[in-house]
């Protein structure tokens, strides 16, 4: 992770570069973030560039050291996170137990929260806590020799979850051993022991701005329409990890009319025809428009995929299932033409044409197109 895509911080992050330049680092920081502003990220980001062997206005990025720690493998970076205990284990659990889903988990989405973490293995309706052996494995890791010779980093996401356990770690935070620093990173002030807030540096970190969410949505999800993301910033209050939630969800909903709007086309079902026009129709302007980009944007790389079979769509598991059955049931001529057929359309939505005659004329034709099969060996094209 670099300083520059912990979006919207740019204060704290110039501010870490400085004091670091200047020799005033805090060895203990508490990052006091509310969810979805980037606590974590940038905790990951300041214990990479703490370990980056060439260190400027951000993390080289290419050293082997910012290699090990962007793929979170560095041996003197250690992360400390809430846990339950793994079945069949004995002892009390500690943050290495998982450390593997950790890092999928993370890598997957930088601005996860507590509740996404403890999902993604299954484990969010157990009471997950940093316990009083995690504790003792954190003293007594940060008091070996550094691995490579460099500083040793340990970020604690949610000391909230510490407990009274955390008294266990006063010490170490008071007078960590040399060249090592620690970076807490919290949400909720009330819950975190007195006795560590006040050992801490703390550093308050706000949520994100519209216009920060709205640039991160752009670039994370570059289909997102403007309107789209405006709207999805200005409802997720500063949270980027629910706005980005929203935009999945976006997608999530459009995906779900395409698939019946194609089983309705291969099917030619026309009792479910009238329904589903009422629901498309029910929509927003920029719904439609959005649906029509959706689907559009699906055909195309199921049409790729029917002339380059090796291609990979990045849809979720059962879209990619409904790929490779359109790539193998649909012509790929009538594929382009069905690519056409949404262009068109997208058109007439802009063009605020009467859409229930529009999409019963679409749908029309979206059969008949889907009828002409995919014959044997493959197509003489080049896309
Ligand atoms: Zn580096």
């Given amino acids: 992770m670099r300083l520059q895509d912990v979006i919207g911080q740019e204060r704290h992050t110039h501010a870490f570069v400085q004091a670091y ?86 890598q997957q989405q930088p601005y996860l929260n507590t509740h996404d973490w403890l999902q993604s293995f299954g484990g969010e309706k157990k009471t997950a806590n940093i316990t009083a052996r995690e504790c003792q494995t954190i003293i007594h890791q940060l008091n070996l020799k550094s691995y490579e010779g460099r500083a040793k980093v340990q970020v604690i996401w949610r000391p909230e979850f510490l407990g009274n356990a955390g008294n266990i770690l006063l010490k170490l935070i008071e007078e960590p051993p040399p ?34 969410i709205i640039g991160g949505l752009k670039q994370q999800v570059p289909d997102l329409t403007d309107e789209a993301a405006t709207r999805i910033a200005y409802q997720s209050d500063g949270n980027f990890n629910a706005a980005l939630k ?23 079902d026309l009792e479910a025809l009238l329904p589903w026009i009422d629901q498309v129709t029910g929509w927003v302007r920029e719904e439609q428009k959005q649906f029509f980009q959706y689907t559009e944007r699906y055909f195309r790389e199921c049409l790729r995929l029917s002339v380059q079979p090796t291609y990979r769509l990045r849809v979720n598991e059962e879209q990619w299932k409904g790929a490779q059955y359109l790539a193998q049931h649909v012509h790929w001529n009538s594929m382009e033409q069905i690519v056409q057929l949404l262009e068109r359309q997208h058109y007439y939505v802009t063009r605020n044409a009467n859409m229930k005659i529009q999409l019963l004329h679409a749908t029309m034709e979206l059969m008949a197109l889907l009828q002409n099969q995919q014959p044997v060996g493959q197509p003489q094209v080049s896309i």
Avoid at 72 to 86: A, E, L, Q, R, S
Avoid at 181 to 210: F, H, K, N, P, W
Avoid at 246 to 268: C, H, N, P
Wanted: hydrophobic residues 35%; proline residues 7%.
């Fill in 21 to 106: 330049r200047e020799g005033r680092l805090p060895h203990a920081q508490l990052l006091l973030a509310p969810e979805g502003a980037g606590g974590l990220p940038m905790a990951m980001a300041m214990a990479q560039y703490l370990q980056c062997e060439q260190p400027g206005e951000d993390v080289c990025g290419q050293c082997p050291s910012c290699v090990k720690a962007s793929k979170m493998v560095h041996p003197d970076i250690h992360y400390t996170y809430p846990v339950i205990k793994p079945d069949g284990q004995k002892d009390p659990p500690i943050s290495s137990d998982w450390i593997q889903a950790f890092r999928q988990a993370y």
């Fill in 179 to 212: 060249n090592t620093y620690l970076i807490l990173v919290a949400e909720e002030e009330e819950r975190i022991l007195g006795t560590i807030l006040s050992r801490c540096q703390i550093v308050r970190m706000s949520s994100l701005s519209d216009t920060t």
């Fill in 246 to 268: 929203a935009a999945d969800q976006v997608d999530d909903t459009y995906a779900r009319v395409m698939s019946e709007w194609l089983r309705i086309g291969f099917k030619m």
